[in-house]
């Protein structure tokens, strides 16, 4: 059973920075897409970036470009995302989301097959 369980999530003030850690399990497949989304309040789900396990390329969503930056553990089980110069904006919940196919290139939520439960980045002005 694939498992995706984020955490490091919590308040922040505005310009501030915070990384989330996303831990995946039960893959049985050579090569897997990890992402992470966010859903703000009122609106919807929207992709963040993506990489790949096997060779670690990534894509960054229009969200994500710029100020984040998603990289893996040693053990590839380990998915992270940097975030820096957050904005009150980024307030949302953020997902952890995998599939077991394709690249990094194909980043979008209908596109993952394995979600999180989610952790809530909270930026304030």
């Known amino acids: 059973e694939v498992q995706l369980v984020e955490s490091g999530g919590g308040l922040v003030q505005a310009g501030g920075s915070l990384r989330l850690s996303c831990a995946a399990s039960?893959?049985?497949?050579?090569?897997?897409?990890i992402g992470w989304f966010r859903q703000a309040p009122g609106k919807e789900r929207e992709g963040v970036s993506c990489?790949?396990?096997?060779?670690?390329?990534?894509h960054y969503v229009d969200s994500g470009k710029g100020r984040f930056t998603i990289s893996r553990g040693n053990a590839k089980n380990m998915v992270y995302l940097q975030m820096d110069g957050l904005k009150p904006e980024d307030t949302a919940v953020y997902y952890c989301?995998?599939?077991?196919?394709?690249?990094?290139?194909?980043?979008?939520?209908?596109?993952?097959?394995?979600w999180g439960k989610g952790i809530l980045v909270t930026v304030s002005s």
């Open positions: 989301a995998g599939r077991g196919y394709g690249t990094s290139s194909y980043c979008d939520v209908g596109g993952m097959d394995y």
């Open positions: 039960g893959f049985t497949f050579d090569d897997y897409v």
């Open positions: 990489i790949s396990s096997s060779d670690g390329s990534t």
